[in-house]
């Protein structure tokens, strides 16, 4: 099993639906996650982090489920600015690197 | 700008010849890590540093790379003996607070 694990999508959206993605990870012992988008060919860039309480900024909803060794990220009514790759990013219990998730392409059409 | 800043932008080189990339982080930042990005592969960590002590290499990392960050400040990784596989994007993040990843805009790799 890989350590973090995403769907590739694409996720093709129309514009001003909600969408929403997971992210499932092997470590039990991970201890911080993390959102990132990343745009076609530029570098990644910070979304949110997911705490245990889960948490929301503007249409954007992370949460955590550690039974199920889980993260989701949810967009309410989607922009067509929305449209990159969704990276999740989790850092295990016994090592300080944060591994990647490979990605989940999202499309918002108009 | 003060945001990470990598050089060259884009490399172009033979097989079997070495190359080195630089990445200078945000100035109050203590931890650098590079990661490899293939269009295959998806973002995959190489190493990590804490100021000038490196804690961490990726199995990924053959003999043939190496990654220095002397006085803990700008980081460079080298590439020896580079082959077609090496052809990636190199980026390189500086940590912050609540261990947030800032990115440079990274290193494109062509090895032909």
């Known amino acids: 099993r890989k350590e973090v694990e995403q769907d590739p999508g694409p996720f093709n959206v129309p514009e001003g639906a909600t969408v929403a993605f997971n992210c499932t990870y092997s470590?039990?012992?991970?201890?911080?996650f993390f959102w990132y988008r990343q745009d076609c060919r530029k570098e990644p860039k910070l979304l949110m982090s997911?705490?245990?309480s889960g948490n929301e900024d503007g249409r954007f909803t992370a949460q955590l489920n550690r039974a199920s060794q889980y993260i989701s990220l949810l967009i309410r009514d989607s922009k067509l600015s929305d449209s990159a790759t969704y990276l999740c990013?989790?850092?295990?219990?016994?090592?300080?690197?944060?591994?990647f998730g490979k990605g989940t392409h999202l499309i918002i059409q108009p | 700008d003060t945001g990470v800043s990598q050089n060259p932008r884009h490399k172009i080189t033979k097989r079997g010849q070495n190359v080195t990339f630089r990445c200078d982080p945000i100035?109050?930042?203590?931890?650098l890590y590079w990661y490899r990005q293939t269009l295959g592969q998806g973002q995959e960590f190489l190493t990590y540093?804490?100021?000038?002590?490196?804690?961490?290499k990726s199995r990924l990392l053959s003999d043939r790379f190496s990654a220095e960050r002397p006085k803990g400040s700008f980081s460079t990784l080298e590439i020896q003996r580079t082959e077609q596989g090496d052809s990636a994007m190199y980026l390189c993040?500086?940590?912050?607070?609540?261990?947030?990843?800032?990115f440079g805009s990274g290193t494109q790799l062509s090895v032909l």
């Open positions: 990013v989790v850092r295990g219990g016994g090592a300080d690197g944060l591994t």
């Open positions: 100035s109050e930042h203590n931890r």
């Open positions: 540093f804490q100021n000038e002590a490196q804690l961490e």
């Open positions: 993040a500086s940590q912050g607070a609540r261990e947030k990843l800032f």
């Open positions: 470590n039990s012992a991970s201890q911080s």
């Open positions: 997911v705490y245990s």
